[in-house]
Nanobody
C-alpha cells in the first residue's frame, strides 16, 4: 500500500513537503509520481520520477516543486515551494510496484492528502 503524509494548510508563498511510503510485498518499484485533483476537476499529473531518477513536471509547477525518491526507504517526496492558491487540491501518489522478480509491475495509489493554500 501507499500512504501519503505532509499535507495541510499553508499561506500563499509558503512551502510543504509531501511524503509517500510504500509497504507490503515489494520486489522493486519502477516509476513513482504525484497527482493532484482540485474540486470539480480531473486528476492531473504534478510530477513523476523514474527508478533511475529522471523527472518530469507539469508546466504549472516547474521551478517551484521538486520530486525525489529514496529507493532504500521506498519513499517518494514532493517539495512544494512558492505555493499558490491554485495549488489547492488533494495530492495522491502513484507507484508501479513489482511484487515478484520477473513479474509485471502493478500500479498502486495512495488515498491522498489535502493541501490547502489560503491566507
Amino acid at each position: 500500500q501507499l500512504v501519503e503524509s505532509g499535507g495541510g494548510l499553508v499561506q500563499p508563498g509558503g512551502s510543504l513537503r509531501l511524503s509517500c511510503i510504500a509497504s507490503g510485498i515489494i520486489f522493486g518499484i519502477n516509476d513513482m509520481g504525484w497527482y493532484h485533483q482540485a474540486p470539480g476537476k480531473q486528476r492531473e499529473l504534478v510530477a513523476a520520477i523514474t527508478s533511475g531518477g529522471s523527472t518530469n513536471y507539469a508546466d504549472s509547477v516547474k521551478g517551484r516543486f521538486t520530486i525525489s525518491r529514496d529507493n532504500a526507504k521506498k519513499t517518494v517526496y514532493l517539495q512544494m515551494n512558492s505555493l499558490k492558491p491554485e495549488d489547492t487540491a488533494v495530492y495522491s501518489c502513484k507507484a508501479a510496484i513489482y511484487p515478484t522478480a520477473g513479474g509485471p509491475a502493478d500500479d498502486y495509489w495512495g488515498h491522498g492528502t489535502q493541501v490547502t493554500v489560503s491566507s
